[in-house]
């Protein structure tokens, strides 16, 4: 069939080059240019052409038991043509050592697209069957190819990465809401007066609840995590080192915003409330960036997280409009604060950063990154 292929496009770069010629400034300069470039363009439209027809013809419902050669050829040629329109050339050594009689298992490193590519067009006697994202299984052309070599789909949504995202989010709201309790029933059992006013808890709640906890759901893969040993399946979620994280990242949110609260307290019960209100919504905010990792920096190099910026961004904005908008401060009935009093607030809100920062570079988190 590849013969076929060629004959059909030399014979429409011959018909391109005719017609070109009907040019008196093209015949004889163009001429040869001219004939290579059509029969390359013929060459590539018939044989997408080609695989686009045969699809059409695929049922995705039949199951199948043996691979297609037909699609197998189609499939193998396609990633040759594709690695010789990129300029690719692959170099590939210790093939007489893959068994051409018996199964075998690839695993790459799968930096990139490439992998079935170069596979394909390296191994053309090999049966191969990719697993690949489910996803894919959904794209017309790609499905029905990938169906036809056997190819089989992976949910990559219930990885153990997902988990530790949301875990990570878990880890969050856990912390952040035993701070609110122990802050009120520190200051209550102390005889302090109350610390916050329900609205205050009700708003802290919407702002940090909401948007920074979904980011954290959406956290990437950390840049170690192919390093580390697979997840014991009858390990249980709460476990000990996620406790231990939850309770003493709680007290250090409670004891930041009890702090404030007593400083602002000797000023007035407003000024008491509106600077325990502050801390205890900026310092969870920026707690958020802490629980990105549990043993690497909140700041680490790699793949950022599109999102936690945004939500960071987004829950300060809002905390300042009603600490600031003076509509919003009698409704949530919180006091002007001093420059002074900003200051401390701010120095308070960002402690939550290099306590944890501090903890996670004396390995005291309560995790290890103990390598496989």
């Not at 956290?219 to 996620?242: H, K, Q, Y």
């Not at 309770?247 to 007593?262: K, N, R, V």
Request: hydrophobic residues 55%.
């Amino acid at each position: 069939m590849l013969y076929v292929f060629l004959a059909l496009a030399l014979l429409s770069g011959c018909a391109l080059t005719y017609a070109a010629s009907g040019f008196a400034s093209l015949a004889a300069v163009w001429q040869v240019p001219v004939f290579f470039l059509g029969s390359f363009l013929a060459l590539v439209v018939l044989f997408l052409l080609v695989v686009l027809v045969s699809c059409l013809f695929v049922d995705p419902k039949k199951l199948l038991e043996k691979p297609s050669g037909y699609f197998r050829f189609l499939l193998n040629e396609f990633c040759r043509l594709a690695l010789a329109l990129g300029g690719v050339h692959v170099n590939v050594t210790g093939l007489e050592k893959v068994p051409r009689d018996s199964r075998f298992l690839l695993v790459s490193n799968h930096r990139f697209a490439f992998d079935p590519l170069v596979f394909y067009s390296s191994m053309p006697w090999a049966d191969l069957a990719f697993l690949s994202k489910k996803e894919n299984f959904s794209i017309f052309v790609v499905a029905q190819i990938m169906r036809e070599v056997l190819c089989l789909p992976v949910d990559r949504n219930n990885d153990r990465e997902s988990l530790k995202s949301i875990l990570k989010a878990i880890q969050f709201l856990l912390s952040s809401n035993l701070g609110e309790v122990l802050l009120i029933f520190v200051a209550t059992v102390l005889n302090l007066g109350s610390p916050l006013l329900p609205i205050h808890i009700l708003w802290v709640n919407l702002i940090t609840d909401s948007l920074p906890a979904l980011a954290l759901g959406m956290e990437p893969a950390e840049p170690d995590v192919m390093d580390l040993p697979p997840r014991d399946p009858r390990s249980p979620i709460f476990t000990r080192p996620l406790l231990l994280r939850v309770i003493y990242q709680g007290l250090m949110i409670a004891g930041l915003s009890l702090a404030a609260y007593l400083t602002g307290a000797r000023v007035s019960p407003d000024t008491g409330h509106t600077m325990a209100f502050a801390v205890l919504a900026f310092s969870q905010l920026a707690h958020a960036f802490n629980v990105r990792s549990n043993t690497h920096s909140a700041f680490m190099r790699g793949k950022m997280n599109r999102w936690m910026i945004p939500a960071f961004l987004s829950g300060v904005a809002l905390q300042l409009c009603v600490l600031l908008v003076p509509f919003l401060q009698g409704l949530f009935h919180v006091a002007a604060l001093t420059p002074a009093q900003w200051g401390l607030v701010a120095l308070l809100s960002l402690m939550p950063l290099p306590i944890v920062e501090m903890l996670k570079a004396l390995g005291l988190t309560g995790e290890s990154r103990t390598k496989r």
